[in-house]
Antibody
Framework: QVQLVQSGAEAKKPGASVKGSCEASGYIFTTYHLHWVRQAPGQGLEWLGTINPKGGSTLYAERFQGRLTMTSDTSTSTVYMELSSLRSEDTAMYYC????????????????WGQGTMVTVSS | DIQMTQLPSTLSASVGDRVTLTCRASQSISRRLAWYQQKPGKAPRLLIDEASRLESGVPSRFSGSGSGTEFTLTITSLQPDDFATYHCQQYDSNPSTFGQGTKLEIK
């Protein structure tokens, strides 16, 4: 079955960077975009950006431009999300999620989600 | 960015009730609207996309409607498993944005 398995929780100090991973299984890795979505405690969902695992092209939400880097490794069916210059407002659960469109869109709904990686930013 | 507003923020209802949740977009998004259900400590689950297309495995008591800027999610005959938070998402333009969610509580 389709699964997205994310790396474990992280605790970081302000100004540091965090890198999370998301390993996909149960489908052909290069056929769907993968996205990152975060949720601050008690808050709504926020889309960060997406990566096309085939070729590695990315699209980031403008507010994260310059701080966000997404990469993919087709040999391990894993995508990575690195967020730099962390601040307390970045404390959130970070989810990877698969776009619904086969070979498709950069902006999409998400039909499969990872279990989430909690990132806590505190001095 | 397109702003998504969900109403109400909290809704109290009983098992067996019919409820309607609303999602409004700050500009037209055609029918490019999805609904998710989220339970505490869990990732969201996609229920509906294209405003009214039910995902495989989602019970038929869930239905979506709307286009443009006004959308609704209706749940007929609420079941105990339906008490959760519901999020709407527009995917018409970059960045994709979500509403703040409607928490459906047991009355």
């Amino acid at each position: 079955q389709v699964q997205l398995v994310q790396s474990g929780a992280e605790a970081k100090k302000p100004g540091a960077s965090v890198k999370g991973s998301c390993e996909a299984s149960g489908y052909i890795f290069t056929t769907y975009h993968l996205h990152w979505v975060r949720q601050a405690p008690g808050q709504g969902l926020e889309w960060l950006g997406t990566i096309n695992p085939k070729g590695g092209s990315t699209l980031y939400a403008e507010r994260f431009q310059g701080r966000l880097t997404m990469t993919s490794d087709t040999s391990t069916s894993t995508v990575y999300m690195e967020l730099s210059s962390l601040r307390s407002e970045d404390t959130a659960m970070y989810y990877c999620a698969r776009g619904v469109s086969l070979f498709g869109a950069t902006i999409d709904p998400f039909d499969m989600w990872g279990q989430g990686t909690m990132v806590t930013v505190s001095s | 960015d397109i702003q998504m507003t969900q109403l109400p923020s909290t809704l109290s209802a009983s098992v067996g009730d019919r409820v309607t949740l609303t999602c409004r977009a700050s500009q037209s998004i055609s029918r490019r609207l999805a609904w998710y259900q989220q339970k505490p400590g869990k990732a969201p689950r996609l229920l509906i996309d294209e405003a009214s297309r039910l995902e495989s495995g989602v019970p038929s008591r869930f239905s979506g409607s709307g286009s443009g800027t006004e959308f609704t999610l209706t749940i007929t005959s609420l079941q105990p498993d339906d008490f959760a938070t519901y999020h709407c998402q527009q995917y018409d333009s970059n960045p994709s944005t979500f509403g703040q969610g409607t928490k459906l509580e047991i009355k």
